[in-house]
């Protein structure tokens, strides 16, 4: 059984940094590679960043210049470090496989407001 835990999030101030963390653990077969989605009120999930299994690294319009993904594979574990946040960035943050392969976690909330 495979679980996903999301941790990092808070309040911050616009302009200000987070990072966030994401632990994987069991076994998930075939893995293509790894996704930070989040989720605004009221709005659907979108995927924000992802780093394939090749390591290929990719971006949505949104946050590139902002956001970086990054994995430690002997920790099973995926960051996105974020920076110059802004209001539109409030959202409840999760990581999956690009296939959403995993039971989603309880996600991270993210609050970037003065």
């Known amino acids: 059984q495979v679980q996903l835990v999301e941790s990092g999030g808070g309040l911050v101030q616009p302009g200000g940094s987070l990072r966030l963390s994401c632990a994987a653990s069991?076994?998930?077969?075939?893995?293509?590679?790894w996704g930070w989605y989040r989720q605004a009120p009221g709005k659907q999930r979108e995927l924000v960043a992802y780093?394939?299994?090749?390591?290929?690294?990719n971006y949505a319009d949104s946050v590139k210049g902002r956001f970086t993904i990054s994995r430690d594979n002997f920790k099973n574990t995926v960051y996105l470090q974020m920076n110059s946040l802004k209001p539109e960035d409030t959202a409840v943050y999760y990581c999956?496989?690009?296939?959403?392969?995993?039971?989603w976690g309880q996600g991270t909330l993210v609050t970037v407001s003065s």
């Open positions: 780093i394939t299994r090749d390591g290929f690294i």
């Open positions: 069991g076994t998930i077969f075939s893995i293509n590679g």
């Open positions: 999956n496989t690009l296939s959403m392969a995993a039971p």
